[in-house]
């Protein structure tokens, strides 16, 4: 029997404001509904964090953990660095 391929992904949700919510998942579009209908209390419903931004594909948990708890370490001008790359910093 073949073996099901998983996937799973670290994402970025932004609110209006520009307030950033990093987390994992396995299953990404119902996880961005959960988000926009602030199914969970905490920060992301706190702040309104419900629009995609951003989004990386893992086949390991393993990998999406330590990537997300990496992105997590970084400083928002990091963060917004890796949502809009072509943003001239120049200025």
């Not at 670290?10 to 199914?39: M, Q």
């Not at 706190?46 to 594909?57: G, I, P």
Request: glycine share 6%; charged share 35%.
């Amino acid at each position: 029997m073949p073996v099901a391929e998983h996937s799973y992904f670290v994402y970025i949700v932004a609110s209006r404001s520009r307030t950033l919510y990093i987390g994992i998942t396995g299953r990404l579009i119902p996880r961005i509904r959960e988000h926009r209908d602030g199914v969970f209390e905490g920060f992301s419903q706190k702040y309104k964090c419900n629009r995609l931004v951003y989004y990386e594909r893992y086949q390991y948990v393993e990998l999406a953990i330590a990537r997300e708890k990496q992105l997590k370490g970084w400083k928002r001008e990091k963060k917004i660095w890796l949502i809009e790359p072509d943003v001239d910093r120049s200025k």
